[in-house]
């Protein structure tokens, strides 16, 4: 058993004075500025010509910056926009010779004095101290933090930890850490650090005051992957993808619902071959832009769907679909119009009315967004962080102080700025389609893929049966039909038959012999809880109504309704003009 420690640090047996650090505001500023003279001292080696070309070309363009500030013509600013459309050619071209020929790892102990210094600049060493005095272990968690390299490089190179809460990030990760086993995938360790820097700051549910629970958060999307609920390319995204899933602001069991609800309900929207359809094709054909209905509060993402909206609602629920079949979105602002973009296997894209250049979403312009996300598709998450992050974060510790109108001005004497301003722009490369395919292998199937091939085989149609005494008529045995609907199979088997909104008519004929059968029910699934009656008939009898019941996406069945049959009648089911969608998937008598 190790001695005992006084809280002076004063070890009673042997009498030695412990160096335990007390983690407060003048402990982080000390390290920061040890992190700061060290890399002054031993920045990463320039070639000197290659520098000295390098600043001259800066110089050149600053003076040109300077004089462009000042200018009252128009005539003049032409002329010095092109001289510095010039200058800039010059700075790009001694900057490539700086990048391609310097090593920003040639010295491990100053990359790790880097990341912890870029660490305690963002967090601030009095956002440190802070969190550090809130509870027993954060200053050991903070201090594990700075003295792992990998972790720090993890964090910085997949975006940071949420409103700069490195600290809290830390303590949530090591929590969710602690029960990956080694041998586990490596979605499990990916999934608990992106929920980790994500979370770091609180999050609230839709439409309450009630915080999102980490944790729980990481647990939801495990065991959603491990129940194969999730769309075949979340493990292989990575962790600042994986963010922009774990972000959503449903509750877990709302997810939940919304992956259920759409593989009994519409399971086709999940096998869409237009990439950007698939899973939020539903906001088109049920969440509709109508006027909003809503039944209780707070509001659910049940309400969402059922009572529909404007362009607000609709980007909610997509978002929503989305995230909780592990797919990333963000979320987006055109002007009044709310929108959001989403991650397919081509590319990021934009949806609803939203356009790259003209959106934005909490300070990050559209066009900057889909910068970044072609960038790190372009290259790998090691070579992402070795050509730009790490420069950025050498850019933070040895050109700090730059003037808020100066920030993305190329600076003679800001070399390491000017440099990751331009290697930033080099890096933003051609979108290629191959490069956001996520693709490998994966310890679990998904559910979503073996609905895939059955849909792709073609199962045969189910034919008319009796089970338990009551006759079933599948969906498959309709006759004539008008209307927008379509036949598909089934997640739970079979075939279902989904109506898209407005009038319809669908006709059955009967067997012959219906052994005395005369009460009438229809197996239904709806999403909406207001929806109009259906009307069966029978031959050219009177209409009788039956109440649709709002099932939230699961299969239920009508009420019983007693039809004048004996067999051989032909039983017509309509809907009136504004009805919403709604999948049925066996007729029965008994």
Not at 4 to 22: A, D, E, I, R, V
Not at 182 to 204: F, H, R
Request: with cysteine.
């Amino acid at each position: 058993m190790p001695p005992l420690m006084s809280q002076g640090g004063l070890n009673t047996k042997s009498g030695f004075t412990s160096t335990m650090p007390t983690f407060d505001q003048d402990y982080f500023t000390k390290v920061l500025t040890e992190c700061k003279e060290k890399c002054s001292k031993k920045p990463p080696s320039i070639k000197s010509p290659h520098k000295e070309s390098f600043v001259e070309a800066c110089q050149t363009f600053y003076d040109l910056y300077q004089k462009l500030q000042t200018v009252s013509s128009d005539k003049e600013m032409e002329k010095l926009a092109g001289e510095q459309e010039k200058a800039m050619k010059k700075c790009v071209k001694s900057a490539n010779k700086v990048l391609d020929s310097v090593d920003l790892n040639e010295n491990e102990k100053i990359v790790s004095s880097v990341l912890k210094g870029t660490i305690i600049t963002k967090a601030s060493p009095e956002g440190l101290a802070y969190f550090c005095s809130l509870e027993k272990g954060n200053g050991e968690a903070v201090e594990g933090l700075l003295k792992s390299t990998k972790r720090m490089k993890e964090m910085l190179g997949n975006g940071g930890a949420k409103g700069e809460n490195y600290g809290q990030a830390i303590v949530t990760y090591n929590k969710l850490a602690k029960d990956i086993k080694k041998d586990d995938e490596e979605i499990y360790k990916k999934l608990a650090m992106a929920v980790a820097l994500e979370l770091a700051i609180p999050m609230l549910e839709f439409d309450t005051e009630i915080e999102v629970d980490p944790i729980e958060r990481y647990k939801h999307f495990a065991d959603a992957y491990k129940n194969g609920e999730l769309d075949p390319a979340f493990p292989h995204f990575s962790i600042w993808e994986l963010r922009h899933v774990v972000n959503c602001d449903a509750k877990n069991d709302q997810m939940k619902w919304g992956r259920d609800m759409l593989l009994n309900y519409a399971p086709y929207f999940t096998v869409l071959t237009v990439p950007k359809e698939k899973y939020t094709f539903i906001c088109q054909t049920d969440v509709l832009m109508r006027a909003s209905t809503w039944t209780s509060d707070p509001r659910t993402y049940q309400q969402v769907l059922s009572g529909g909206g404007n362009d607000e609602p609709n980007a909610w629920f997509g978002r929503f679909i989305a995230k909780a079949h592990g797919i990333p979105t963000w979320g987006c602002v055109q002007g009044e119009d709310n929108a959001y973009t989403r991650w397919t296997e081509a590319g990021w894209e934009t949806m609803m009315t939203a356009k790259w250049d003209d959106c934005g979403w909490e300070g990050v312009e559209g066009s900057d967004f889909k910068g970044e996300v072609d960038t790190r598709s372009a290259f790998s998450s090691k070579d992402y962080f070795n050509k730009l992050i790490l420069l950025e974060c050498f850019t933070q510790l040895l050109d700090s102080d730059i003037p808020e109108d100066e920030e993305f001005t190329l600076h003679p004497l800001r070399i390491w700025r000017s440099l990751s301003i331009i290697q930033k722009a080099l890096m933003l490369l051609p979108t290629k389609p191959e490069n956001f395919r996520r693709e490998g292998s994966s310890k679990v199937k998904s559910r979503l893929a073996a609905y895939l091939e059955r849909y792709e085989f073609k199962e045969p149609d189910e034919e008319e049966r009796v089970e338990d005494g009551v006759l079933i008529i599948p969906v498959t045995e309709q006759g004539f039909a008008e209307g927008k609907m379509r036949i598909i199979e089934s997640f739970q088997g079979g075939k279902q038959l989904n109506f898209a909104g407005g009038e319809a008519k669908i006709d059955f004929t009967l067997t012959d012999d219906l052994e005395g059968r005369t009460n009438f029910s229809i197996e239904v699934n709806s999403v909406h809880a207001k929806q109009i009656p259906l009307s069966v008939t029978v031959d050219d009898g009177e209409p009788i109504s039956i109440e649709v019941p709002y099932t939230l996406g699961e299969w239920s069945k009508t009420a019983d309704v007693k039809l004048d049959l004996s067999g051989g009648e032909t039983i017509r089911i309509s809907r009136q003009k504004g009805s919403f969608g709604l999948a049925i998937r066996n007729l029965m008598l008994n």
